[in-house]
């Protein structure tokens, strides 16, 4: 999943539930400034924010490492 698309899947996933990023930011101890720049997509957000977010969203984040030279 590239970032983009994350940052829109947790983005409709609030508005689905009707979360105000305001609430979002208190359910997560994200800052809303934060969150703000993170949906906005101008922010730089480290996995445990990302984390943070989707947990409190009542989403799973996983993780998938790929090696992309096909060697050992």
Do not use: C, W, Y
Request: charged letters at 25%; aromatic letters at 4%.
């Amino acid at each position: 999943m590239h970032f983009d698309h994350l940052v829109l899947h947790l983005k409709k996933r609030r508005e689905d539930l009707q979360v105000t990023q305001e609430t979002l930011s208190e359910l997560s101890g994200v800052g809303l400034r934060t969150l703000k720049q993170f949906e906005s997509g101008k922010g730089n957000p480290t996995l445990l924010t990302v984390s943070k977010l989707a947990q409190a969203l009542g989403l799973e984040l996983t993780f998938q490492v790929k090696n992309i030279n096909n060697t050992r």
